[in-house]
């Protein structure tokens, strides 16, 4: 006999994501058997508003897209504008936009522990990673004024150099923090608890990843190498040695033990990014804002943010405002069509855990 | 810029001159189509090419020449190029053809397009409400949609706040109460 559906709705605040989101699910007993997303909480009207904003305004707003991992937009807006317009920027510029991505990666990868752990019962694990976190927004803090929206990686370079004292005290930081990584292994991944509820959940097949628009961690962890630093190095990452690691399985165990290996080679490319880093100008100065026009034309960038790859498509009419800013971040496809299909046959206890194993962030969605 | 030949090559065998082809710049490619080729171009890049991931869909409202421009962003992970494929619909009646039979998230997409700028894709199945809620306007990233006079005909200062002045004081002057003695000091 078949039992009678209920329906469920998870959300739009929930411990499975950053942001407003909900899912309406409808559940036999304890098992999904179809999920559905609804969108719609946070909805800002960024790319309505940079059209009426000029190049240097929209600039303002970009970062305030994504929450947990803001510089990706920055650094993605900035460089389409670039691209636009043929402006060159310093080497040195290049080097510390780098150095932000990294710990901006970090901080979102701490923020991911913290999450991901939470979901399955071990709180312990976010108080740590995200106390940790803390240590990142002190050096974001003496960098760049902010804390968690920087407002620093803008058209032309960057907006301030180095402070004085600050490769000490980032080379101390990342000394601290891959100590403390060994630490959280043995709290969450030699946890029985976490293994077991993480293990065969959630499994995205191999075969069909990339057709169905998965990126980052989540495509990684199928077997399958893709990553937008190596596939299409911007910045410096051609200069720098990093490994990116592709392992089977394509479960949230997987997607875990991928993060947990991607945050060491995040804190060894801050450290060369350190080192290697030039001397010379930061900035390569734009004319006046607002009479500042850029050439007809456009440009699809991406990045490869923590979660995947952060795509910014922009148009220039020849004008002093944006035609365009499209923005596509990975949650776009992740927390809807994969997100749907891949909860269905899961228990609801497992619901939070998937979310956040495939980086779930609405504020991507609605823009 | 050797892959980006080759793939502009095999496109125009195959299709001649219904495809525009530019190089844009290293791994970007442009192909400008119209709406009735567009499906099989998709179908051919994804099935033949390997360009097996759509990266997004956007569109651009060119309201002095009353057209949309829809942009479908490809990728393959094999050459690792993005190809722009892109096709202009007439703004008075804006109609394209639906694709989520070739990439499942493209629905997401083509959803989103239809709620913001109007556009209707045939054969699209999904809710019509994605993030909007109870919109009764027009589509809201359209050039022509006027965001101020929105907001002016839309929303409305709270009564007692055109000035800027204290409410109390308001509802004080309104209904001739008294203001306690210690919440004096705070009005201007």
Known sequence: MRKKATTIYLGPQHPGITGNMMVRLEVEGDTVVKATTHVGYLHRGFEKLMERRNWLQSFTIVCRICVPEPDPNEENYARAVEEIEGREVPERAKYIRVLVLELSRIQAYLLWYGGQAASTGLYTMGQWSIGDRNYILDLFEDLTGGRVYHMYIWPGGVRRDLPKGFKDKAFRVMDYLEKRLDDYDRLMFDNAIFQKRTQGIGVIDPEKAIEWGVVGPPLRACGIRSDVRIDEPYEVYDKLKFEVPAFKGGDVWTRALIRRFEIRQSINIVRQVLEQMPSGEYYNKIPNPHKWALPPGEAFVKTESARGEFAYYVVSDGSTHPRRVHVKGPAYVHAITLLENLLVGQNIADVSVIMNSLGTCPPEIER | ?188
């Not at chain 2, 629905?107 to 109007?118: A, C, H, K, L, S």
């Not at chain 2, 409400?129 to 306007?137: A, G, N």
């Not at chain 2, 001739?176 to 919440?183: D, H, K, M, T, V």
């Open chain 2, 1 to 188: 810029m050797e892959k980006e030949n080759i793939l502009i090559e095999q496109i125009k065998q195959k299709f001649g001159d219904k495809v525009e082809l530019k190089i844009q710049r290293n791994k970007r490619v442009i192909a400008k189509t119209n709406k009735d080729t567009i499906e099989q171009l998709l179908l051919y890049e994804k099935e033949k090419l390997g360009y097996i991931h759509l990266a997004h869909i956007s569109c651009v409202d060119w309201i002095e020449d009353n057209k949309f421009e829809l942009v479908y962003i490809t990728w393959s992970p094999k050459d690792k190029i993005n190809i722009l494929n892109k096709i202009y619909i007439n703004r008075d009646n804006p109609v394209a053809p639906n694709i989520d039979y070739i990439w499942r998230q493209a629905n997401t997409y083509e959803r989103e397009i239809r709620e913001m700028f109007g556009i209707e894709f045939d054969g699209l199945v999904g809710e019509r409400e994605f993030i909007l809620e109870d919109w009764k306007d027009i589509p809201p990233m359209r050039k022509d949609f006027d965001t101020l006079s929105y907001v002016k005909r839309t929303y409305f200062t709270r009564p007692g706040r055109e000035d800027a002045q204290d409410v109390r004081e308001t509802i004080a002057n309104r209904t001739g109460e008294e203001i306690p003695e210690f919440a004096k000091k705070y009005t201007r």
